[in-house]
């Protein structure tokens, strides 16, 4: 029907890899800009990567939490280069609605006008569920790692005193790659409204979908029980705000 045709001409291979070029090329000219501005504002920068390295960090105070935690540099070129990641890590974050707009707008031509509708809707929430996957990982699932791992110990003479590089690495996976990991929800709800899945399905595979949280918390973690647990509760929650997003999609399914 025509009114079922898609919004844009036909276009060739070769077309679509230069609009894909082209899409990568701006993306990654606005991470380099925001980046650039993490190279420029090392202070500002710095202080909201070690914050929660911090005993005042908001989360402490609020849960009387004490923690003592000191951090030293044992590489030469260490400090150099984690101030690279981190800007770079900056960019990716402050960029991030950049690129899903770029994301759109190539693969919006290929939609049907009804379709449009339907994915757009659920690319305008991928920021939001990026940003609350930042926020999550940086205000709850750093914060109670590095308590408990500041404060366990296996004997009272030895003491922790942790590396620049360890903490910069927990502090990218609790936070950069969670944003990542709760964009669960809005690629189900493309999915769902594209009619691959639906609620049904994904209340069927729940046995199946906890044992892919866990494996997946324990990729993303530094290989400890602890913090597998603590990320696996928000990944499983995901799973199941994903159910509820299926809602309306299944009704029509079920009518049919």
Not at 76 to 100: D, E
Not at 241 to 254: A, G, N, Q, T, Y
Request: proline share 4%; hydrophobic share 55%; glycine share 6%.
């Amino acid at each position: 029907m025509d009114d079922e045709a898609r919004s844009g001409g036909e276009m060739s291979f070769w077309d679509h890899l230069e609009e894909l070029r082209w899409t990568v090329l701006r993306s990654a000219i606005a991470v380099c800009v925001f980046c650039a501005a993490g190279l420029a504002f090392k202070g500002p920068l710095f202080d909201v990567v070690l914050w929660p390295s911090q005993p005042d960090f908001i989360v402490y105070k609020w849960l009387g939490w004490n923690l003592d935690m000191s951090l030293i540099n044992v590489e030469i070129s260490a400090q150099f280069f984690t101030h690279l990641k981190a800007a770079l890590a900056a960019g990716v974050v402050l960029a991030f609605p950049y690129i899903i707009f770029e994301i759109w707008k190539f693969i919006a031509p290929a939609l049907y006008e009804r379709e449009k509708k339907a994915v757009g809707a659920a690319f305008a929430m991928s920021s939001f569920f990026f940003y609350l996957g930042v926020v999550v990982g940086y205000f709850f699932v750093l914060p109670v790692c590095l308590q408990f791992f500041m404060n366990y110990t296996v004997s009272p003479d030895i003491s922790n005193t942790i590396t620049l590089s360890s903490y910069m690495s927990m502090f990218t996976s609790m936070s950069l790659l969670i944003g990542i990991v709760f964009e669960f929800p809005t690629v189900i709800s493309v999915l769902s409204r594209l009619g691959v899945v639906t609620r049904g399905t994904l209340r069927k595979g729940r046995k199946y979908a906890f044992l892919a949280v866990l494996l997946l918390a324990a990729l993303i973690t530094p290989s400890d029980p602890f913090s597998m647990l603590v990320l696996a509760f928000p990944l499983y929650l995901l799973y199941e705000l994903s159910i509820l997003m299926c809602r309306k999609e299944v009704k029509e399914d079920d009518i049919d």
